[in-house]
T-cell receptor, first 111, second 111 residues
Framework: SQQGEEDPQALSIQEGENATMNCSYK?????LQWYRQNSGRGLVHLIL?????REKHSGRLRVTLDTSKKSSSLLITASRAADTASYFC???????????FGTGTSLTVIP | NAGVTQTPKFQVLKTGQSMTLQCAQD?????MYWYRQDPGMGLRLIYY???????DKGEVPNGYNVSRLNKREFSLRLESAAPSQTSVYFC??????????FGPGTRLTVT
């Protein structure tokens, strides 16, 4: 079974608004990553947050991690039409060298 | 610097046929991965190779075999294709469980 699950499954917002998506996972992790996938393409890494970090920023992205709740959130501020994509969280298993991906959030930014 | 390359981009097989998906990376990464992505689902790990000379099963290994030919190349073989293996296949590489770099994917249809 997959380690992570994103919420919501789909999100539609107006350009300029903020988009927030959440990820929950099941077991202890070393780090959590967020990826973006444009339609028909491979995944692109956005940001990595380690288990001992609570918050991380990269440009318009803000990621939080709550290991006690086994959850993370990705905030995209001032969204643009080009942010339209699917977003996935991925966790590694403390015991091995595997990544587990969630089912993704499909974000649509309306110009 | 091409990153991760995959061949072929598209393939149609009849049930029972075999084929090998090729993947190569030029980033000198130790770890390589094969995933499948089905509609509405995240990526599921088929096999991975933590380092040259080692391979391990992931979440959905049945019906597949892999070969880590050298540090650069990691191939995925379907010995007897089945319609349930219709999917998009992604190869990825990383340095341990840090950022993964993905190939463009192979769209496989089994009729």
């Amino acid at each position: 079974s997959q380690q992570g699950e994103e919420d919501p499954q789909a999100l539609s917002i107006q350009e300029g608004e903020n988009a927030t998506m959440n990820c929950s996972y099941k077991t202890s992790i070393n780090n959590l990553q967020w990826y973006r996938q444009n339609s028909g393409r491979g995944l692109v890494h956005l940001i990595l947050i380690r288990s001992n970090e609570r918050e991380k920023h990269s440009g318009r992205l803000r990621v939080t991690l709550d290991t006690s709740k086994k959850s993370s959130s990705l905030l995209i501020t001032a969204s643009r039409a080009a942010d339209t994509a699917s977003y996935f969280c991925a966790t590694d298993a403390r015991s091995g060298n595997q990544f587990y991906f969630g089912t993704g959030t499909s974000l649509t930014v309306i110009p | 610097n091409a990153g991760v390359t995959q061949t072929p981009k598209f393939q149609v097989l009849k049930t029972g046929q075999s084929m090998t998906l090729q993947c190569a990376q030029d980033m000198n990464h130790n770890s390589m991965y094969w995933y499948r992505q089905d509609p509405g689902m995240g990526l599921r790990l088929i096999y991975y190779s933590a380092s040259e000379g080692t391979t391990d099963k992931g979440e959905v290994p049945n019906g597949y075999n892999v070969s880590r030919l050298n540090k650069r190349e990691f191939s995925l073989r379907l010995e007897s294709a089945a319609p349930s293996q219709t999917s998009v296949y992604f190869c990825a590489s990383s340095e341990y469980t840090y950022e993964q770099y993905f190939g463009p994917g192979t769209r496989l249809t089994v009729t």
